[in-house]
């Protein structure tokens, strides 16, 4: 089985930066998307940034675009989402998932398969 592990999440000032990680063990991965989501109190949860395994092309939440960065270490199994700029509006917790076999990096919650725990990130004005 897949099993994923977030880090790095905590408490900020507005305008700090703050770097996830999401360890993944159980196997390698190819053909794979893997994403960062968010739920933040009352809301929906939401795509943060995705990216393809294979290629690392990637896509963004017009939310956070210019602001977060999603990279990934293939030696690892590990994914990273740097978050610069943070705003109050970013506080949530914060979700790594990986998708089924599918080709580019994919937005919609339904195309992922495996999920971690999730860490809290809570940004103060």
């Known amino acids: 089985q897949v099993q994923l592990v977030e880090s790095g999440g905590g408490l900020v000032q507005a305008g700090g930066s703050l770097r996830l990680s999401c360890a993944a063990s159980?196997?390698?991965?190819?053909?794979?998307?893997m994403g960062w989501f968010r739920q933040g109190p009352g809301k929906e949860r939401e795509i943060v940034a995705a990216?393809?395994?294979?290629?690392?092309?990637?896509l963004y939440a017009e939310s956070v675009k210019g602001r977060f960065t999603i990279s990934k270490d293939n030696a690892k199994n590990t994914v990273y989402l740097q978050m610069n700029s943070l705003k109050p509006e970013d506080t949530a917790v914060y979700y790594c998932?990986?998708?089924?076999?599918?080709?580019?990096?994919?937005?919609?919650?339904?195309?992922?398969?495996?999920w971690g725990q999730g860490t809290q990130v809570t940004v103060s004005s």
């Open positions: 998932a990986l998708s089924g076999g599918i080709i580019g990096p994919v937005a919609d919650r339904r195309l992922y398969r495996y």
């Open positions: 159980g196997r390698t991965f190819s053909n794979n998307a």
């Open positions: 990216i393809s395994w294979n290629d690392g092309s990637t």
